[in-house]
């Protein structure tokens, strides 16, 4: 079983809809969980960072952590057409900063 | 603030040659990661640098090495070229305070033929 697993999509939405993306960890232990947004031909950018359960809002952006579950979500409001990216979950599961990343999730906003 | 810079941004190579690829880590800060992002897959893990020092590596061959410098820059080597090792190669960095906040380089791309 992979560390993160993550719909790989591809997702394509009307500019101003709710975009949620998901994925599954498989250890209970993991406790920080992190968001990237990667455009094409880019390295992946940090979006949003949580520690253990909760949610985190910056912005149109909400991320989300169910420990009971071992689920990760990341929620985009009002979409934009330049959020058209491939969105990364990660897990730093603190031993080593081998963080393990999911194979992310290719989003199209449409205007 | 500059971020992480890498270099080169595009590197062709033979396959059963040698690549050198380069980053520069934030000012300040003193782990750098490299991954590999192959197509199609999610981003694998090589190494992890710190202080000058290998701290982990990745489930990656003897042939990925590589080093960090005193002013804590960071050379990955690849040797012994193969065509699967076609990827693009990223370069993260994060201090010791907030080490689960890496910021990444915009990668180099290697193409091996």
């Known amino acids: 079983q992979k560390e993160v697993e993550q719909d790989p999509g591809p997702l394509s939405v009307p500019e101003g809809a709710i975009v949620s993306l998901n994925c599954t960890y498989s250890n209970s232990a993991f406790q920080y969980f992190m968001w990237y947004r990667q455009y094409s031909r880019k390295g992946p950018e940090l979006l949003m960072y949580?520690?253990?359960?909760g949610n985190k809002e910056d912005g149109r952006f909400t991320a989300q952590v169910d420990k009971s579950s071992k689920y990760i979500s990341l929620f985009i409001r009002d979409s934009q057409p330049s959020d058209s990216a491939t969105y990364l979950c990660?897990?730093?599961?603190?031993?080593?900063?081998?963080?393990?990343f999911g194979t992310g999730t290719s989003l199209t906003v449409i205007p | 603030e500059a971020g992480v810079t890498q270099s080169p941004t595009h590197l062709i190579k033979t396959r059963g040659q040698q690549a050198t690829l380069r980053c520069s880590p934030i000012?300040?800060?003193?782990?750098v990661y490299w991954y590999q992002q192959a197509l199609g897959l999610g981003l694998q893990f090589l190494l992890w640098?710190?202080?000058?020092?290998?701290?982990n590596r990745g489930n990656f061959p003897p042939r990925f090495s590589g080093r960090q410098f005193p002013n804590y820059s960071s050379e990955l080597n690849v040797n012994a070229l193969e065509l699967e090792d076609s990827a693009l190669y990223l370069c993260?960095?994060?201090?010791?305070?907030?080490?689960?906040?890496?910021?990444f380089g915009q990668g180099t791309r290697l193409t091996v033929v």
């Open positions: 640098y710190d202080e000058g020092e290998e701290r």
């Open positions: 990660a897990v730093d599961p603190n031993t080593g900063n081998q963080f393990y």
């Open positions: 993260a960095s994060s201090s010791r305070s907030r080490d689960t906040e890496a910021f």
């Open positions: 949580t520690y253990s359960s």
């Open positions: 000012s300040g800060h003193t782990s």
